[in-house]
């Protein structure tokens, strides 16, 4: 319920958390992005997913494009970490792929960046630029994974990947995509794919 109400204040209200405040140091999305790890180590995955929405509403409205990449490489930074630390342990042993706790981490991460990249749009790229190749390989892996049908869960990483690949191609052609809103609401994307 705090999140729901968070992202239709940071979506509504956007621009004054990222310009200075009278009486205030930094900008309030600053001291937001440098917390993350503490302000969403109590919430659950898809409060986390909708808190990370909000924040990229509020990164969309910083106008100066630096200020802007720095903002979204801090908030994108704990997936990101563990984003890499997957990687890297994949790329000496693939078959973590099949495990099913790191499917769903990477599930949650894949998750984290739709939801920011569907509030940010374009200004993604930075993000989208990091991960890309790694994404195309991880893309490969699980569609192994699905020709091999080691496990259900394989698929959805397949589709939550297409999804944020869909989600990032919408946003260069300027067309809002289809959102899911919880967790496993993933019918619309079966039916696309």
Not at 57 to 86: C, E, F, H, V
């Amino acid at each position: 319920m705090a999140c729901d109400t968070f992202i239709k204040i940071a979506n509504k209200c956007r621009r004054h958390f990222v310009a200075l405040q009278l009486g205030e140091n930094e900008p309030f999305i600053e001291e937001i992005v440098r917390n993350m790890r503490k302000i969403t180590m109590d919430l659950s995955p898809q409060q986390i997913h909708t808190f990370y929405e909000a924040c990229g509403y509020m990164i969309s409205a910083q106008g100066q494009k630096t200020l802007q990449d720095r903002l979204i490489d801090n908030l994108m930074a704990l997936p990101n970490s563990a984003w890499d630390q997957i990687i890297a342990e994949a790329n000496q042993n693939a078959a973590i792929l099949q495990d099913g706790n790191t499917i769903k981490i990477i599930g949650n991460i894949m998750k984290t960046n739709v939801a920011a990249c569907s509030s940010i749009g374009t200004y993604f790229y930075s993000q989208i630029g990091r991960i890309y190749h790694d994404m195309l390989n991880m893309y490969r892996a699980a569609s192994q994974l699905i020709n091999d049908a080691v496990a259900s869960d394989g698929k959805l990483i397949g589709l939550l990947l297409q999804h944020l690949f869909q989600t990032s191609a919408d946003m260069v052609q300027g067309a809002s995509p289809p959102k899911p809103r919880k967790s496993g609401d993933f019918a619309p994307l079966r039916r696309r794919f």
